[in-house]
């Protein structure tokens, strides 16, 4: 079975500084690998994820994040946010192949831009 | 395109009281279907999870319970409320490569 750590509960920043949030995971086959954001009361949205290819995955609004396999990390950076970036971010897995399907999610991290 | 419905937004219900959650799906067959629950500071939880008509697997003991009569309606319900089921319900549909989720409901047990 999959298992997915987000290390930090909550990360305050600064307007314009840079933020890393952080996701550990734990698998014994292959993995996809996914960031979804959640806005106040509303449902998830899928942000990027990685599924084959280049280990480097960027998002349309300046998010990337990076599928680092010897150390099972899949870490979301920005090197500048903006005060709309606060919100809940949650790492999540699914096996891709030889395991269950089933997307296992992070407890999150709540990301607070401040000005 | 695919879309997910899933209602009411809110919801208060009192302790003792039965639920019924329901969540459609469009636009997709033969989805797998989710149900997830989101306390403060506890993250997703994985209630249900459903492959096909009548699959149903439960993740976690508890007093809640699902249903999905049709290929894309998936119902969460309870006979009897508990305080400890107040919550934020999201409904969701995945394949192996992505996930998408309805837009919750706010359920408050009081």
């Known amino acids: 079975a999959q298992s997915v750590t987000q290390l930090d509960s909550q990360v305050p920043v600064f307007e314009e500084a840079p933020v890393e949030l952080r996701c550990n995971y734990s698998?014994?086959?292959?993995?996809?690998l996914f960031w979804y954001v959640q806005y106040p009361n509303q449902g998830l949205q899928l942000l990027l994820k990685?599924?084959?290819?280049?280990?480097l995955v960027e998002s349309i609004n300046g998010f990337e994040a990076e599928f680092n396999k010897s150390q099972t990390s899949f870490h979301l950076r920005k090197p500048s946010v903006h005060i709309s970036d606060t919100a809940e971010y949650f790492c999540?897995?699914?096996?891709?192949?030889?395991?269950?399907?089933?997307?296992?999610f992070g407890k999150g991290t709540k990301l607070t831009v401040n000005p | 395109s695919q879309t997910i419905h899933q209602w009411p937004a809110t919801l208060v219900q009192p302790v003792g009281s039965p639920l019924s959650l329901e969540c459609t799906v469009e636009g997709t067959s033969n989805p797998n279907l989710y149900w997830y629950r989101q306390a403060a500071g506890r993250g997703l939880q994985l209630l249900f999870y459903s492959v096909g008509i009548g699959q149903i697997s439960s993740e976690v003991p508890q007093n809640l319970s699902a249903s999905r009569p049709q290929d894309r309606q998936f119902i969460l319900s309870s006979k009897k409320l508990l305080l400890s089921d107040s919550g934020f319900y999201l409904c969701a549909w995945s394949g192996y490569t992505e996930a998408f989720f309805g837009q919750g409901t706010r359920l408050t047990v009081v």
């Open positions: 990685y599924l084959s290819g280049s280990t």
């Open positions: 999540a897995v699914s096996a891709s192949q030889g395991g269950s399907e089933k997307l296992v």
């Open positions: 698998s014994s086959v292959s993995v996809y």
